[in-house]
Every structure is written in structure tokens, then in C-alpha cells.
């Protein structure tokens, strides 16, 4: 019986996470209970599970990691916020599933520097794909990583045809119903830009061996290549319950987890090269993994200003990556990464991409 806390119970990572709870109460014992700000559904979920132990809010989340006895945390926080909790988790000796992507992207070696060998089970379905990939070779046998990108809604279109896209066309995501700003990261590709960071940071793999392919159907989660030729492909349904349910009972597999893919039903899948000039996140996001220190949590931070402006109306589509990469580009980033510097370079983000958003204006 594994104990877990659940961070980030009201979104649809948390609930999923819950519902996978709920299906194997035999596996897991639900102690712990945290959420942004919805303190009625929060409630109910405490009623439901009857868990005595409950927070609101990151810094709330954090204290409830640090003091209450648990076997997994699952992370499920949306934004940098998360890094507290994140860090809490792993100086207490937990096993991380981590789907708050932003945590490790913007902590770094803080957040590597504190987890031991094993202790973070990603939980995004690429990097959970490539965590079960890389289980049929060894470390010095991969070549590359491929990480898989739906496209977004406007695969196929060109810089110009961006321009004038709006917020609603923005949020349909052709396959996952996410909240605002991971929907609009993902029409952008910031999402994946984020990804290949967060593969580097995870998997140890240097960058230039880590690629991006699009795949619409996204039944291909991710791949690993290795030096001998071949490539293992995790597959399964655009959904996220697999990578959630291994997040918690990892090395090992729960039962019926999900639909499997009907294999005697005709169907096609395709793949198409990345487009750098239309979507330039992931190159801008490569380039600032290299520089590491506190340019990821810049380019998140300018991020997530500028989308806030985008669905205000302030800007268009396109200065989105655009503001991001003039935010980047001013930076001057501190010799060390400290939680200190994190806070600083994130703050100066956030006002030096309001200018920049303002002056556009």
C-alpha cells in the first residue's frame, strides 16, 4: 500500500490522478490534499478519500509534503510555483511524479542537485513514453531521444498566417483539454520547447541529441533511438491516465488502466518535420537550456506574461515567442543559480515582458 499526496487535486492531472486512486484502493492510500484555490471541491475530495491532511495554495502544499508521511508525491501543480513543493518532496525523501514541468525546468540543478537515483517519475506522456523506452537498453547504448508534438491547432501554417489567429482558435487543442496557458503553450510549441528541457534535465542527454517530430494523431508518445539502428516507440491513446498511473506505482504497471490501441482497426499515423520559422519556441527554448543558470525560468516567466497579454487582446499571437525571445535576450544572468536569483530573474522577467508588451501596444 503506497501513501500519496496529490498536489494540484482540481486540475485535470489531479482529478485523473484521483480517479486512478479510486479504481485501486487496494494499491494506494490517498493522505495528503492540495489545490490552488478551490477550497469547496478541495473539501469534497477530503470527504470523499477521507484524508485529514489538506492545503491551499504552493506554499500550504509545501509544508503539507514536508509533514505529512507519504510514499509518492504527484506533483500536479501548473507553473513555477510548484518548484517549492517540488524541492519539499525531495529533501523529504519521496518519490516525485512529476507533471509540474515548470518546477524542474526552472530549478535545475537545485532541483537535480537534491534527487537521489530514481527518485523523479515524470509524469508529462513524453518523458513517462521515454522512461519506459530507455527500460530496453542501457544508458550508453541511446543515440537520441524523440519527443512527439501534436502540432497544435495550426500545424501546417506559416508565420503570416499566425498573425492574426485568435485566443479561441488558440485553446482547441486537437486532442487534450488542458487549462489556459499549457492549451496555449502548446498552439506555440512553448510546451514542447519546455519538453526538450525538461528531457535534457530528466535523462541526462545532451541536446543536440534530443529531436522533435510532429505526429497529429499523438499515439506515439515519444522514442528512443539507439546506436545499434533501432527505435523503441511507446504507444497508446492521446490520453494521460498511463503516465498518471505509472507516476504513482512505478517500476510497476496497474491493470486496465486504459483502452489499448485496437490494432485491427485500419488507421494512419504521420510524421512531419518540426517548423522552426513558424513555431521558433523550441529552438529558442534549446538555447536556453544551454545557457541554463536562470535563462529557463526567464523564458518561462516572459512566457506566461505574455500569454496572460495574448488573451487580453494586448498583442498578437506571434509576439508571443517573439516578447519571450526579447526578454531572453536582455538577460543577464547570474553566475549561480540560487532560489534567490530564481526569484529575482523571475520578477525582472515578468516586468521587462510588460514593457515590452506595453510598448507594442
Avoid: C
Avoid at 505526429?215 to 503516465?243: N, Y
Amino acid at each position: 500500500m503506497r501513501r500519496v499526496i496529490v498536489l494540484g487535486s482540481s486540475g485535470s492531472i489531479g482529478t485523473q490522478a484521483l480517479d486512478v486512486i479510486r479504481r485501486n484502493a487496494d494499491r494506494f492510500e490517498l493522505v495528503g490534499l492540495a489545490t490552488g484555490s478551490q477550497a469547496g471541491l478541495l473539501a469534497e475530495q477530503a470527504a470523499e478519500f477521507g484524508v485529514a491532511h489538506t492545503a491551499l495554495g504552493a506554499d500550504e502544499a509545501a509544508h503539507l509534503v514536508r509533514d505529512v508521511e507519504a510514499d509518492v508525491v504527484l506533483n500536479g501543480i501548473t507553473g513555477s510555483v510548484g518548484l517549492g513543493p517540488t524541492l519539499a518532496a525531495l529533501e523529504a525523501g519521496r518519490t516525485l511524479a512529476l507533471a509540474n514541468k515548470e518546477s524542474l525546468i526552472v530549478g535545475g540543478d537545485l532541483v537535480r542537485g537534491l534527487a537521489a537515483p530514481g527518485q523523479i517519475v515524470p509524469v508529462d506522456s513524453e518523458h513517462s513514453a521515454i522512461a519506459q523506452s530507455l527500460r530496453a537498453g542501457r544508458a550508453e547504448e541511446v543515440r537520441r531521444l524523440v519527443v512527439t508534438a501534436s502540432g497544435g491547432p495550426f500545424r501546417g501554417r506559416t508565420r503570416a498566417e499566425l498573425a492574426d489567429v485568435t485566443p479561441a482558435e488558440a485553446l482547441r487543442h486537437p486532442n487534450f483539454a488542458m487549462g489556459r496557458v499549457i492549451t496555449t503553450n502548446s498552439a506555440t510549441l512553448v510546451n514542447k520547447g519546455l519538453e526538450v528541457i525538461e528531457a535534457h534535465l530528466l535523462f541526462d542527454v545532451p541536446y543536440d541529441a534530443i529531436d522533435v517530430v510532429v505526429h497529429p494523431q499523438q499515439m506515439i508518445h515519444s522514442m528512443v533511438e539507439f546506436r545499434d539502428g533501432s527505435t523503441i516507440a511507446q504507444a497508446g491513446p492521446p490520453r494521460m491516465l498511463v503516465p498518471i498511473a505509472l507516476g504513482l506505482s512505478w517500476p510497476e504497471r496497474l491493470g486496465d488502466v486504459d483502452e489499448p490501441i485496437d490494432w485491427t482497426r485500419a488507421q494512419e499515423w504521420r510524421f512531419e518535420p518540426l517548423d522552426d520559422d513558424a513555431f521558433p519556441a523550441v529552438r529558442l527554448a534549446r538555447q536556453v537550456g544551454a545557457a541554463a543558470r536562470t535563462f529557463p525560468a526567464v523564458y518561462n516567466a516572459a512566457n506566461e506574461q505574455a500569454v496572460d497579454a495574448f488573451h487580453e487582446g494586448r498583442i498578437r499571437f506571434t509576439d508571443i515567442v517573439d516578447t519571450v525571445a526579447a526578454v531572453v535576450d536582455r538577460h543577464d544572468a547570474p553566475a549561480e543559480l540560487t532560489l534567490d536569483a530564481l526569484a529575482e530573474a523571475e520578477g525582472w522577467a515578468r516586468r521587462t515582458a510588460d514593457q515590452l508588451i506595453s510598448g507594442a501596444r
